[in-house]
């Protein structure tokens, strides 16, 4: 099983700087194995499926939570 964690901050102005790109690393893998669609879980957006031959999930903290960098620990203790 493979787990990926992108990590950003939620603002509008973060959207396209350095400290988002966790969050584009997810969207891209999750457009290039067609994971399945984002769904509100573990304080974050959740995908699952496949990558190659493995299990595979995606999260990346979402504007639902506002969770910050300082935060991400809460998102992924469950793990």
């Known amino acids: 099983m493979l787990l990926f964690v992108g990590l950003g ?5 973060s959207e396209n ?5 966790g969050f584009k690393i997810i969207d891209s893998i ?3 194995f067609g994971l399945s669609k984002q769904k509100p879980k573990f304080k974050g957006l959740l995908t699952t499926g496949n990558v190659g031959d493995k299990k ?12 910050f960098w300082n ?5 992924y203790w469950v793990f």
């Open 9 to 13: 901050n939620p603002t509008p102005d």
């Open 17 to 21: 700087n350095r400290h988002n790109v």
């Open 30 to 32: 999750n457009k290039k």
């Open 56 to 67: 595979s999930l995606c999260n990346q903290t979402s504007n639902i939570y506002e969770q």
């Open 71 to 75: 935060l991400y620990q809460r998102a």
